[in-house]
């Protein structure tokens, strides 16, 4: 009833945002000067050539034309093929270019990003909610405020900052891990693990140091209050009293901690992946964005949108889930 | 003693194997209890040397101006610390044992089951994420009383003795689906789930309406008169207190005042302070019209050496400033931390 009409308004606002996303994207690109052709082609290409290749693209055609061929493919599922990207088997065929599809593009591009962001999380959450919870519970001993100093250290330096400095560490000087992460190249899971530390690494450490001082801050407040004393005052065990009172109503700022992180990582990742020449959907972004080809662009785009749109939506749900005065109104 | 003294004792056993119900030992003794609160680099003492005791079924009363140092001497019987407080010296005797001595781990036997809590504000008292029904039955098994289904059967049994209406339905709520009446009854049922020998209400009807407070009265009183438990009563409302308490005790700045038992303080208050409390209590009948109403308000950042009410009190002479007021009984069980008390008495006689 309220929550399920909440949940409907949530999901139609996501939708009109993803559009307006799209719509900025293409124009944004637009205005950039140049196009794929000139791009792709170079200075020295012949005006014959260019004009060849823009007829071959559509790319004479207006511009809304071109936007409204796009959206409506998109929507069915129909995300177009890459303007400069061919097929590597018809390389001999001589009736023109037929390009890769945006699809085939992105997929194992999308699959190594969140392969990334997935390793950064799995060491991201437990080390967050641990520090978090043992700088808050042992807030007067000495080991745990030097633990918040370094982690407002991790606060303060910028990711990429602490990229660079792990790969000259790490990478250069130590040789522990490859410089490169040409995960695609990898011969055994355990060689794509050896390659993703570096960044993975980096993308938590980034993270770790917001939500610690948000699972601080929330946890604080609650073991200060009212219940928690009440509970200790009941006589239960300290351990009961941290795990059944303090922490689940402590969560819901941690959470969101967490999807502002997730959110981070949208642009994040991007970075990292550039130190790194980590080939997910960050570089990609950056290699089409490079040659003006559209149609991968808005893709890689709508997809780092989404994720962003998505997790605000299922912070709000997984919110009420926690909280039983949202959940029955 | 072996045997009565883990259980609580209904009234009137506590005489078995040992002294007299109320001229033997009490249940609490504090003395010369001092507790300090961290003020930036500085430690401030909030409560000091206050020193009083609760018999055995007795009900005592703990009046005073927001800010005196009620709640803080309140916590001090579960020898608790609030963040930032410390106990700077002083004794807090439960049943023979000197609690403030004792480690967090070594007082979870006696918090809720020998000593239990009803807090000031029911909205913020139980935890938001756990049913209410759970939160008394984590308490019983806490305390091994009983587990399982029968801490259940139990709970329902106390949410019905607490007049919690279909009290086997409300078990199964959040708290923030209860009225705050409800959720004080749903604390008091905690509070006596163990029998405790001492019940410690802090201000326990203060966040709630007019109506609801009068009935939660009616509950404490039956529930006190039923287990012939002892309680300490915080309140800065003097009309609850003489309603409810054996004795009352008055607090100003964090020291005792005065003390005495309800109706000689009512009848006969000697502390000028106590006078202008009681003034200020609104009553139908205005026998108390002529007595100075309390000027001003506690400052506790402009106390001087002597007496802390010095600076509002209409009776204030030079040495007031400078003489620090010790309790000093000036009538059997009345004691009175005032050396201008027999003059004002002779003063309100004719």
Request: glycine fraction near 10%; aromatic fraction near 6%.
């Given at each position: 009833m309220h929550f399920v009409r909440v949940t409907g308004q949530r999901t139609a606002l996501a939708v009109v945002a993803l559009f307006a996303v799209s719509l900025i994207t293409f124009w944004a690109v637009e205005l950039l000067p140049g196009d794929a052709a000139t791009r792709m082609l170079g200075?020295?290409?012949?005006p014959e050539r260019v004009a060849s290749f823009r007829e071959q693209m559509n790319l004479n055609a207006p511009a809304v034309e071109r936007y409204t061929t796009w959206i409506t493919g998109f929507v069915q599922g129909d995300w177009g093929e890459s303007l400069?990207?061919?097929?590597?088997?018809?390389?001999?065929?001589?009736?023109?270019r037929i390009n890769r599809s945006v699809t085939d593009i992105i997929a194992p591009r999308l699959t190594n990003t969140l392969e990334l962001a997935a390793f950064a999380l799995v060491m991201y959450v437990p080390l967050s909610l641990a520090i978090g919870i043992v700088t808050a519970v042992y807030r007067d001993r000495t080991f745990a405020a030097g633990l918040s100093t370094l982690v407002i250290l991790g606060c303060a330096v910028p990711d990429f900052v602490i990229a660079i400095f792990l790969l000259v560490i790490?990478?250069?000087?130590?040789?522990?891990?490859?410089?490169?992460?040409?995960v695609d190249q990898a011969e055994s899971f355990g060689a794509q693990l050896r390659m993703m530390t570096l960044p993975a690494v980096t993308l938590t450490a980034a993270m770790t140091g917001f939500a610690v001082r948000q699972m601080q801050a929330s946890l604080l407040s609650v073991l200060n209050s009212d219940y928690v004393q009440f509970a200790t005052l009941k006589g239960l065990p300290r351990r009961r009293v941290l795990l059944l009172h303090a922490l689940p109503n402590a969560l819901g700022p941690a959470l969101r901690a967490t999807v502002i992180n997730v959110v981070w990582l949208v642009g994040g990742v991007v970075l990292v992946e550039v130190v790194f020449t980590y080939p997910g959907i960050g570089l990609l972004l950056l290699d089409a964005l490079r040659l003006l080809d559209t149609p991968v662009i808005l893709a890689s785009t709508m997809i780092l949108a989404s994720v962003y749109v998505l997790c605000n939506l299922g912070a709000d749900l997984v919110a009420a889930a926690l909280n039983p005065r949202l959940r029955t109104g | 003693m072996a045997a009565g003294t883990m259980t609580p004792a209904?009234?009137?056993?506590?005489a078995t194997g040992g002294p007299?119900?109320?001229?033997?030992?009490?249940?609490v003794r504090v003395d010369d209890l001092t507790v300090d609160y961290r003020n930036d680099d500085q430690w401030v003492s909030v409560v000091k040397d206050v020193s009083f005791s609760i018999g055995r079924g007795e009900t005592l009363g703990l009046a005073g101006e927001s800010g005196c140092g009620k709640t803080t001497t309140a916590l001090a019987m579960f020898g608790y610390n609030k963040a930032?407080?410390?106990?700077?010296g002083g004794r807090v005797t439960f049943d023979g044992r000197?609690?403030?001595?004792?480690s967090d781990r070594q007082m979870q036997p006696i918090r809720g089951a020998r000593i239990s809590l009803v807090p000031q504000n029911p909205a913020s008292t139980?935890?938001?994420?756990?049913?209410v029904g759970r939160q008394v039955v984590e308490t019983l098994e806490g305390h091994g009383v009983s587990s399982g289904g029968d801490a259940m059967d139990r709970t329902v049994e106390l949410f019905g003795q607490v007049g919690l209406p279909e009290p086997a339905e409300i078990?199964?709520?959040?708290?923030?689906?209860?009225s705050g009446g409800q959720q004080q009854r749903v604390v008091i049922a905690i509070a006596i789930a163990c029998r405790p020998d001492l019940i410690v209400l802090d201000e326990?009807?203060?966040?709630?309406?007019v109506t609801t407070q009068a009935r939660l009265l009616d509950l404490l009183t039956h529930i006190k008169d039923e287990s012939g438990m002892s309680a300490l009563y915080v309140s800065h409302n003097l009309g609850v207190l003489e309603q409810i308490c054996d004795r009352v005790a008055v607090m100003y700045a964090g020291e005792l005042i005065e003390i005495a038992p309800t109706a000689e303080l009512f009848n006969r208050p000697r502390h000028p302070y106590t006078r202008g409390l009681i003034a200020a209590v609104p009553r139908?009948?205005?026998?108390?019209?002529g007595t100075e109403k309390l000027r001003g308000l506690l400052r506790r950042d402009d106390l001087p050496?002597?007496?802390?009410?010095a600076p509002r009190?209409?009776?204030?002479?030079?040495q007031c400033f400078t003489d620090p007021q010790r309790l000093d009984e000036?009538?059997?069980s009345h004691e009175v931390a005032c050396w201008r008390a027999p003059d004002l008495e002779a003063e309100a006689a004719p």
């Open positions: 200075r020295e290409a012949t400069v990207q061919a097929r590597p088997k018809t390389e001999g065929a001589p009736a023109g790490f990478a250069v000087a130590l040789e522990w891990f490859p410089p490169l992460s040409l | 209904p009234a009137g056993d506590a007299a119900a109320n001229g033997g030992e009490p249940l930032g407080s410390r106990v700077a000197d609690l403030l001595g004792l139980l935890t938001p994420s756990m049913k078990a199964r709520r959040y708290p923030h689906q209860l326990p009807t203060t966040a709630l309406d139908v009948e205005a026998e108390h019209a050496d002597g007496c802390g009410f009190c209409p009776y204030s002479r030079p000036i009538e059997p």
